[in-house]
């Protein structure tokens, strides 16, 4: 019995058991003997799912259930011997317990998760209503995917390219989005996450959320960012943004850029009006912008300021701009 609860448990805990077995694996629990199996799968249960719920209940004489006065926060199987009462063996607690996750699980069990997929062209953005009535608005080239239902535990979506998060509160129900090896958690806030190359840039408009890649986590409220490289798994400085209100105006075809280097400036030109950048020397791509545009600008009022601010030549070849350190006069 104790390799069949174990075949059970793996298939039911890796999502991959069949109906029968489904039914088999709670009804092993509800007749099993053996308290110390039991214990060791429900305590495996409760360390992985994190879940809060008693498991230690007294049975009187009379038949009837009594819940202990102070809940535990892992489930906790043991003997009760008192003279009036029964004693109680693991099948008590189990069948509780079980009952419990049949519920749980039961929907998310036999009825897998149905995949939403958003994906926007270079042409447009758009706004996507999430089941839980958080939005999000899309920004151009990119994708967004999220179950159609969420479960009780968390709300986790993926993202890749650019999107503000207007996220619902839900005190009990956090909201996870994985960009890439990046991964931000909140309750219920505002903020913008853009997706470059191997770097992701998160910057809060409302509220406070928590970020993380690989064993580094990091904290951010109203006004900061941070921009995670996932190259070299590593945290860049939290930073304070000058105009909070700026950040996700791209939603409105504004575009404003504090100390960013100039890939980004012109990743977001090339994505909005369709032209390629090659720079001649490589360095110029790190070098720091300040500056705005609007997607009512021609383009070539927004690379005439580039060029001024940085001193380099945007030469046009087709649908591409070579750009160029200027030579000076000798």
């Known amino acids: 019995m104790t390799d069949r609860i174990q075949y059970l448990f793996t298939q039911f805990y890796q999502g991959t058991c069949s109906e029968d077995e489904f039914h088999e694996f709670f009804q092993l629990l509800k007749d099993a003997e053996s308290e110390a199996e039991l214990r060791d799968c429900i305590d495996e249960i409760a360390k992985r799912m994190n879940i809060q719920h008693p498991s ?3 049975i009187d004489t009379g038949g009837n259930l009594n819940w202990p006065q102070q809940r ?3 489930p906790i199987i043991r ?3 008192r ?5 109680v063996a693991a099948v008590i607690a189990v069948v509780g317990f079980s009952m419990f996750l049949y519920t749980y699980f039961a929907e998310k069990t036999l009825h ?3 995949l939403v997929e958003h994906s926007v062209d270079k042409s447009r953005s758009q706004e996507v209503i999430l089941p839980d009535s958080s939005a999000i608005v899309l920004n151009q080239a990119s994708k967004l995917t999220y179950p159609k239902h969420f479960d009780r535990t968390q709300r986790v979506v993926n993202l890749e390219g650019e999107a503000f998060f207007d996220i619902r509160h839900a005190e009990h129900t956090p909201f996870i989005i994985h960009a890439g090896k990046v991964k931000i958690e909140v309750l219920g806030t505002a903020f913008n996450v853009k997706m470059l190359e191997q770097t992701v840039n998160v910057s809060v408009a409302r509220g406070k959320v928590r970020v993380s890649m690989d064993d580094q986590t990091i904290y951010l409220i109203k006004g900061q960012e941070a921009t995670f490289d996932s ?3 590593k945290v860049e400085e939290i930073t304070a943004i000058p105009h909070p209100e700026h950040i996700g105006a791209w ?3 504004s575009y404003y850029y504090y100390d960013k280097p100039l890939k980004e400036v012109i990743y977001d030109l090339g994505q909005y009006y369709d032209v390629k950048f090659q720079a001649a020397q490589k360095d110029i791509l790190n070098e720091s912008v300040h500056t705005s545009w609007h997607k009512n600008e021609d383009i070539d009022q927004i690379i005439g300021r580039l060029a001024l601010l940085l001193e380099v030549d945007f030469v046009k070849h087709g ?3 070579i750009i160029n350190r200027k030579q000076l006069n000798k």
């Not at 003279?83 to 004693?87: I, L, P, Q």
Request: proline share 4%.
């Open 319 to 321: 649908n591409a701009y």
């Open 79 to 81: 003997f009760i011997r």
């Open 72 to 74: 535990t926060s892992r």
């Open 251 to 253: 939603k409105k075809g």
């Open 83 to 87: 003279k009036n009462t029964v004693r």
């Open 112 to 114: 897998p998760q149905i």
């Open 56 to 58: 230690t209940i007294e």
């Open 231 to 233: 190259h070299q798994n």
